[in-house]
Structure formats: C-alpha cells, structure tokens
DNA sequence: CGTCAGTTTCGAACCGGTTCGACGATGACC
DNA sequence: GGTCATCGTCGAACCGGTTCGAAACTGACG
C-alpha cells in the first residue's frame, strides 16, 4: 500500500504539500503540482479512507437500513435502494448497508462508532422503534416513510393521501359512482405501515364528499389467495363500476384474473392503481395509475441528508415534505354516460 | 464524541490499559477492568472505526458488488443480497454495497483506499470485466456465479450442468421421452450469464445419452411475451409429455398460461423447473423444481471470503465450489406407463 | 537480603492522512 | 535599498485508536 509519503518523497516535497495538491485547500506551484501528479499516478496513489476519515472527521459513507418483511414483496423494497445508492455516489458518497434485524441496535452501532456520516431510514413504519435509536446517535439522518412522531427529523414520503384524492378524482370525472377499493393486505396495517390507511381515509374522505359509494377491502399479497380475494370483491359489488388497487400482488395478477372473468378493461370494468414505473414495466401493467415515484424518494432523500450533513443553508428546517403524485393516464379509465 | 482518552482519565488509567480491556489481548486485573468497563458504559463510548481501521489494517467491511440488469427479474439479484448481509453481519462484518454501473473503477476505489477488507461480485458474467480490476486490487475476493478465467481466485456457483441432468433424469425415470426446455432469454446468454448454457447444454446432451427427445428454446423476461412465446412452444411440439422451465419470468407465469389452454399438470403436462424457495412461495409455486440455493450460495461466499481475509488455513487453495442442487419433489411430474 | 520470575500497567511510537502557523523567496512600492 | 505583501512550501501537531518494550510492583526462593 503506498501512502502520501511515499509519494512526497519521490516528487521531493513534503507531505502536507501532497496534500494540498489531492485537496487543492492551497496554491501550489504548477511546476511542483506537476511533479506530485506524475508521483501519485506512477505509484498508483490512493489515499486510505481510514486515515482521512479519522482527520476529517468524515467518512462519506451514509448508512441505509432495510428491514425486509418475509410477506412483502420484496422488489418493493429495491425500488428504493437502487436510487438512494446512485444518489449517493454521485454526491461523492458510498453506502453501508444494514439488514440487520435489530435496526435500532445497528443504528447505535455505526453511528456511535462514526463509521457513517449519516443514516437513511427505509421502510419506515408508525411507531418505528428505530426513530428513538436515530435521534440518540446525534447523527443526521433521513426518513423514507412517514412515522407518527416527525420532530426535528427530515422525512419524505409519496403524498398518498393526494394520491387517493387525485384517484377517486378521476374516476368521479369519468362519472363513475359506485368504486371497490382494494388495499394491502391488512398485516400490513399492523406492522404500521401509515402509507395504507393515508391512503384508505382519504379515499373514503372524498368518496364522501362527492357522494359516491366506495367499498373499502385489504387484499392479499400472494397467489393464490390474492385471486380468490379480487373475485370475491368483484362477486359482492357487481354494481360497481371501478376499482381501486393499492397493492403489488393484486395488480399483478389483475390482467390473468379479469381475462377469467370474460372482463375487459376499461369496457366492462374501469382500473386506476398506484404502484412504481418499473413495476408496471416489470408486468407490463396497461392501467391509469399514480406513480409511486421511489426514484423521486430516494434521491430527494439523499440529496437532503447530505445537505443535513453539510450544514446546507439550503437544509432548511427539519421536516417532513411530501412528493405530489402524478397519474399517468393508461386509458383504463371508461367515461360512463349518464 | 467520546474517546479512549476520555475513558482512561475517568477510570484514572493509561490509553493503553483501556484498549487492552477491550481487545482482552493482554490481562488486566479484575479490579481496574471493573473500574474501565464502568467509564465505558457511564460514558457510552464505542471505539471510534475509522481510528482502529488505521492502526490494525482491518475495516471489518465487506465490499459488494452488484450490477442491476434493466432486463432481469428484480428479487433474483435480492436473493443474494439479504443472505450475504446476514452472514457478514453474524462474521462481525459489514456490507459497503456498490451499485455503481462502472464496477470495475469502484473495485478500484474501495480497494486501492482500503476501505473493505474484501470483496464479493454478485452475478459475475462469462467475461467480467471486474475481475481484472479485482486482481489487481490485492484484497480477497470471492466470485458468486462462473467466469471463464477462475485462476487464483474464490468462486462459488450452483452446479447448473448437475441441475440440469438431476431434472432431466427426473422426468426420464417417470417414462417420459420428449420434452421442452425454456432456457432464459437469449440477451442473458450474450451478456455472459453462463448458468443458461451450463444447464442448457447439459440438458441437451443428457438427453441425447438417455436416447430422449429435447426441445430448446429461449423464452422471454416479460408479459405479453412470456405467454405468447410458452404458447408458441406448446403448440408446435403437442407430443411433448413435459416442460423444462429455466426462467423465472416464464414458470411465475405458468399456472396461468396452463389455465388458460386448459392443461392440467401433471395430468395433462408434466413441469419441472429451477428456482429459488422464495421465488417459489412469492408464487406459491406447485412444481417440481431444483432449488437455486441462493441462500447458501451467499452465506457460503461469505465464509470461504472471510477465512481468506483472516489467511484461516481452512480457506484451502483458492477455487471453484460448485453446489450440489437439491430437487424438491412437487409431484408436477406424471408417471407415464410405456 | 539480593535475585529472579511473573503480573500489571504505563509511555511512546505508529497507522496515514489533514491543517495551521511560520518561514524563505520573490516582486512591488516608496 | 529597505519595507511590506504575496506566494509556495515545510514542519509539527493532531485525529483516535493499537501495540511493543519496559517499568513498577509483588512474592518466592536461595
């Protein structure tokens, strides 16, 4: 392993002047600069992160913590993790990931030992037991989800309220009045996952409000009880006239299970959905649907812990921001004349 | 942030003294250790990671290298992910995962700065470029998947060619004489993912030494393609009695595909195929099917990096493991009397 | 009582960077 | 020609651990 030593011996200069070089904090003589360049390539320089890390005090490593959920479906959880990794880098930092299942525990450990900079938080549910262990390590850190208690904590969620409003919306548009809603599977809701009923209030909210009838389910997230589950909700309301899918598995096996039934969308049936472009790509899902949009979330989350990081006046308060939903419209939607 | 100096000036010691309480390298009496380990605890201190890293040479990182295909399934490369991670973790290791697209300079870069002590590729390809890159980096390093150059170096990978002949003896046992085999798509075999040509070849010449009749094909990564191209196959070979099915797109699809032509398996069609226990339950599966292990093929490479890193004289010479495939009997193969 | 071995603890050096104050050289200005 | 900035570079201190050699103390033994 060579060091800045060994480089500032063989260019005949000392090792902080090295140093300026690599960080450009001083002017340095173009001629001496060029001897120092030539030095680090010819020996293959590259500075130890430890020893940087331990005069910086920065290690531009940030922490990311997943839990995975064995009933989850699991590319739920990579949606996020692709993004939060390329922002990172491109901000110059790298990614320590943690799956340990005691989050709280391994939060205390990498940030107590000052192996990261700051933490991401994935995955983030009601009563995360996570949170209290993240405030504890006086470390920044940033939240994907929306817990029950966001004090003085950077969060980022999808606005899945707006998102159910932006859904029954469009459906009431199209003049339909009679909608089945369909959710995660119920599980979900207690694991305190807030997304789903963020987003089942304020579906019923404004169904109400409009005056139209809304038949709230939780679905499941495995075949085959996932479409056992969808004809049954189809079987109990047969006046109605949409649906809303707010879950992976259902969507996924929503084509296979509509074609059994003789149903085609948007003629017999009218589908609006919510769930991430790679998805509806992975599935080549052909519905109206509001973008989860977990590239947006991980990138905005990053971008902001790094500001937190680096005492951004651009950080601005700590708080929670919520991403408008966009739909992107499938024509899955039928105008209903009345 | 507290540090070691802290902790010896309360407990009225020398630095030293203190690190060898936490190290056990040399004995303390009980006396001081008590009066050491209570100032730890009143004082909360963890060691700082970057500091031991520079004076021991060990970061107790593990560096992972993933590369995300556009085209392929998303958990398969989650497969790998979350067993790794784990066993790392139970070894008193951590995860710096790379996602970066060029791998071969990120090797560099968390090589050459010593900020891993080693390094795992997930899905390494026939010709990968990060293998160079990791050679010239002097750190272990531990291949999952088959290169074509494996000199001096770790690999561990499923026997795909042993897979291959375990599924097609299963199916010559039962009486059956003419099948087809769904191999991934073909872009998989270009970018060199060698386990398609492993099990296909393997397959076909099994076949032809048990005197049976085998259809190869690629099939698709995505609906509609994967249902056309199954029912394309099916229709021109009717006298096929089974179906071999190497791709996950295609058997997550299957129960549907068969419904819909009104086959039943095994009554009608016999199916047996290649994937992960997770994949399968996602699905809920009901195939007779070779396990893809990525499970133990992550926890192994884990293990044989680790004693590597550690120069355990258990590590052996560096080489190729290849795991022997388990079939997990479903009952999707139908006897056929001669 | 002096020597020796064993135990426990200390002090200093070291790991490989960064950063600050200072010093010598150079050129501008009065 | 002396003074004063400015520029480029150096040396030393520091970040927070680990580790080695040695010192201090204890008790056993001749």
Redesign the pocket.
């Known amino acids: ?5 060994d480089v ?1 011996r063989r260019a ?9 070089v ?2 450009g ?5 173009q ?3 060029d001897r120092i360049e030539l030095a680090i390539r010819e020996l293959g ?4 992160a ?3 890390a ?4 920065q290690t531009m490593v940030l922490g990311m913590l997943l839990q995975f959920h064995a009933d989850e479906f699991a590319p739920a959880m990579l949606q996020y993790v692709l993004p939060v990794s390329a922002a990172a880098r491109e901000l110059g930092y790298d990614i320590l990931m943690v799956t340990d299942p005691d989050g709280a525990a391994a939060i205390r450990r990498i940030g107590a030992s000052a192996m990261v900079d700051g933490i991401v938080l994935l995955d983030v549910t009601h009563q995360d037991p996570r949170l209290e262990s993240l405030r504890s390590v006086s470390k920044p850190g940033v939240l994907i989800g929306l817990p029950a208690d966001t004090r003085d904590i950077d969060a980022i969620d999808l606005d899945f309220a707006q998102a159910a409003r932006v859904l029954v919306d469009d459906l009431h548009d199209h003049g339909h009045r009679e909608v089945t809603l369909i959710s995660p599977p119920y599980h979900v809701v207690e694991r305190g996952g807030s997304y789903v009923w963020r987003f089942r209030d304020a579906a019923i909210a404004r169904a109400d409000e409009l005056g139209m009838r809304l038949h709230p389910y939780y679905g499941e997230s495995r075949p085959p009880a996932v479409q056992t589950s969808v004809h049954r909700f189809l079987d109990v309301h047969p006046s109605a006239t949409a649906l809303i899918v707010h879950n992976d598995a259902t969507i996924a096996a929503l084509p296979a299970i509509l074609r059994d039934r003789g149903l085609s969308v948007p003629r017999d049936l009218s589908v609006v959905s919510l769930y991430s472009r790679d998805f509806g790509e992975e599935f080549s899902l052909p519905y109206t649907a509001v973008e989860s949009a977990a590239d947006t979330l991980g990138r905005q989350a990053v971008g902001q812990l790094v500001r937190r990081i680096s005492r951004s006046p651009q950080a601005g308060q700590p708080g929670v921001r919520l991403v408008e939903p966009v739909l992107t419209d499938r024509g899955s939607v039928r105008s209903l004349s009345r």
């Open positions: 392993m060579t060091t800045i030593g500032a005949g200069v000392s090792r902080s002047t090295v140093s300026y690599l960080s904090k001083r002017t340095i003589s001629e001496t600069r320089f590259t500075p130890n430890g020893a940087r331990l005069a910086t005090a």
